[in-house]
């Protein structure tokens, strides 16, 4: 048989956390559950009459959860349990171990898409979509030409940055030299303590991660190792390496520059390494020791700020935002919000699938 296993409430930690699993047959679906969970009133699950609530615990080697168990229909069940991520992985872990055909589902559903919204502003997207957007185009497509079909497509295919960013953040490199003040950067910008900040060069070794929001747009920040030469050091040298393709690799780059050193080589060569078009501005850190002297022009955005006195940070977020997201699109445009949907569009302009086809993808 196949299980298939989904959570419905949002990615990461949360208070519950909720889990729909179904599958072919409804004993075997109920049986496999009845290996983990017991109710508290001993009611064996296969009688569960369908929308009958149970609490009780699931129990694997060694843990047990409170859980509260639900039957939906004949062969679907949905499984609600404490919301941090331990539980939740535990008890997918074991319908997923088991010696039958058993999956996660990975949808693309706008449904599952809009499950995955980190922010309510990119929710809104989602949102329109799925009252009809996508279905407006299906629907039109028989009373269009195939021309104005086709301009339709590479409109919406213009903004498949930006959808694809409603469900995942925009990748933010924090680089530069040992001491710049990339960690306090990163402190002042989520307006906590998540990396380390100190007074020698060589603090952060290891990227650090950080998740925020930005004028209601997803940000992972990725604050990395100064980059020196760190060749006697292999834990310093794996970091800056990390750092390097971390700058390589992210949506955006923040350079960020001691303004009472001015730019180093190492900067320079950062500079230069930066793939075209790449959105990327020098953040001229430690105003506040030099003055509001205008930096030199480097021919690169740059930003003037202090992080141990959060001046200049809003500044430094507007052009992130601007650089990144750019003018929104309205929330009536039509979006490539799906990776299916995309593909399809592309597919159809190449002429490797038919209308019939490019407008199942459309009613996806
Ligand atoms: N005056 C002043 N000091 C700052 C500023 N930003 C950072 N510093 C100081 O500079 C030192 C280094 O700061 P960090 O944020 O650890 O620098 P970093 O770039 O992360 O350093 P590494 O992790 O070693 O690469 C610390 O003593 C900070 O307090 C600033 O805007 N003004
Ligand atoms: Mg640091």
Redesign the pocket.
Known sequence: MTLLVRQLTASGRGAVAVLNVSGSSPSEVSNTLARYFTAVNRLPLPDLPTHRILYGTWETEGTREDVIVVRNGAAEWEVCCHGGVAAIDRIRQCLTDLDIQSHEEQSDSLDDLLLQCPTVRTAEYILAHRRGLNTELAELTDRISTDELRLRLRRMLSFRRFATHLVKPWTVAIA??????????LNAIIGYDR??????????RDRVEASTVIDGWPYLLL?T??VRDAADDQIESKGVSIAESTFASSDAALL?VDSTLGLQDVDSELLSSNADGRPLAIVW?????VGSKPPPDIGFPAVQ?????KSGVADLLEWLAAATVGTPPPLTELLPISDTLARAAQQFLDQQIDLGQLKTALLT
Do not use: E, H
Not at 285 to 289: E, F, I, R
């Open positions: 530069g030299c040992p001491n710049a003040g990339k960690s306090s950067l990396s380390i900040v100190f007074a020698q060069p060589g603090t952060t604050d190792a100064g960020v850190n430690k105003t506040d020791l700020v202090s992080a141990t006195q």
